[in-house]
């Protein structure tokens, strides 16, 4: 199987091994998001989640300036009724529903839409020159694709407040030293380390790294005994597949692994 073609040419894909590089392509427009880019985007995570080429997805920006300013402001106008708005098909919540583990490589502004793009992502690396903001308040509004709950979530309730009701930027210094990216890399070799990074973990059993993804997400959501309960089991059903007897076998051989996502 190979890279789906897109329904835009603002978003690019580029599968390399088992790593989708997905790539926000608008960088005149500081790769916002209009609602023919979202309904790509969401084309795109429907793929990726289908094929088992794709083991896990790049996202990046085009350009220099900017991973993604958000929604395009101007595009919003269009929605004849605020519940025709609030029920739009949003490409934060296909980001949120694929299964497989997905890397931000966040080369610029990560403002409003963008700054939620990146906290759908697994892992997060950011460029020394990116920075990341919660804007809607100085237009009147909010976030909605998860801006809260993220925020809260990676950085504590004291720095999600500062940055929710201000709307002001953070460097990338300080996203690093508030915990809301992993890594710091210099804006050139930013996308090289991602997909290397992808690589990394394209190389572990499949099954077992999207059970992660899952089993982590549910540890934010449940008590903690029930969070423990919840990994045994994910562990047992692991711990069953073809790929935990290849991983085994291998170890004992002192070989690599081949798994095959069984």
């Not at 900017?66 to 098909?89: H, M, Q, V």
């Not at 963008?114 to 100085?138: H, N, Q």
């Not at 008590?223 to 085994?248: C, H, M, N, S, W």
Request: glycine content about 8%; overall charge negative; aromatic content about 6%.
């Amino acid at each position: 199987m190979t890279a789906p073609v897109p329904a835009t040419d603002e978003i690019l894909v580029e599968l390399v091994d088992q790593v989708a590089v997905v790539t926000l392509n608008r960088p005149q427009k500081l790769n916002s998001v209009t609602q023919e880019m979202s309904d790509a985007l969401v084309e795109v995570a429907g793929w990726a989640n289908d094929s088992d080429e794709v083991r896990v997805l790049v996202l990046t920006g085009a350009g220099e300036r900017a991973f993604c300013a958000g929604s395009d402001i101007r595009s919003l106008d269009k929605y004849a009724t605020p519940w025709d708005f609030r029920n739009r098909e949003d490409y934060c919540d296909a980001l949120r529903l694929l299964r497989k583990p997905v890397i931000a490589a966040v080369n610029g502004y990560a403002f409003g839409g963008g700054l939620e793009t990146a906290m759908t992502c697994d892992i997060r690396l950011a460029s020394t020159t990116a920075s990341f903001a919660a804007p809607e308040i100085k237009l009147g509004w909010i976030g909605g694709g998860g801006m809260s709950t993220f925020l809260a979530h990676s950085i504590g309730a004291s720095n999600a407040a500062l940055m929710l009701m201000t709307g002001d930027p953070i460097d990338a210094e300080r996203a690093l030293a508030w915990g809301l990216v992993s890594e710091l890399v210099a804006p050139d070799a930013l996308l090289e380390r991602a997909v290397e990074l992808g690589r990394t973990i394209a190389a572990r059993p499949p099954i077992a790294a999207e059970t992660a993804k899952a089993n982590l997400r549910a540890a934010y959501n449940l008590p903690q005994d029930a969070a423990i309960a919840y990994e045994r089991d994910l562990q047992t059903v692991t711990f069953a597949t073809d790929d935990a007897a290849e991983g085994r076998a291998a170890f004992a051989e002192k070989r690599p692994g081949v798994f095959h996502r069984r």
